[in-house]
């Protein structure tokens, strides 16, 4: 009996103590979650999309920059509203806040019919798709 007893080897005892505290005292967590394969895929697909977008965005900027050019130098504010609305959605999509803002602020001149006020603004915007395009490397 001699050999069995708890006090004979303590770090024994103290090594089964603890995991037997250990064990009964443990939180198991639920594993995290794994998506199947495809699910990844389709989300680093996702994750480039904006990516891509806001490529093509930059890519078609010079060509919407000219055709709010030639509208707002025709004075067809018409035209200009609708080029306007059509980068103002690329924009907002791709996620180009200063772009968005200026476009947005040039949106709401042109609903005032007031010339100067639609100068002002049509100014900023080109202003800030030039910057862009320079920052993007687009244009020198």
């Known amino acids: 009996m001699e050999g069995n007893h708890p006090l004979r080897h303590p770090l024994r005892a103290i090594r089964d103590f603890l995991r037997r505290f250990t064990a009964a005292n443990t939180v198991t967590t639920p594993p995290e979650p794994v998506l199947p394969e495809d699910d990844l895929e389709l989300d680093e697909r996702l994750q480039s999309f904006p990516d891509e977008m806001f490529a093509r965005l930059l890519i078609e900027l010079p060509g919407h920059r000219h055709e709010l050019a030639d509208a707002f130098e025709a004075a067809d504010f018409p035209r200009l509203r609708n080029n306007v609305h059509q980068l103002l959605g690329g924009a907002a999509y791709c996620n180009a806040p200063e772009l968005t803002t200026g476009l947005r602020e040039l949106r709401l001149a042109l609903k005032t ?18 910057t862009t395009l320079r920052y993007s490397g687009f244009q020198d």
């Open 113 to 130: 019919d007031d010339p100067q006020t639609i100068r002002y603004y049509y100014l900023r915007a080109i202003d800030i798709i030039d």
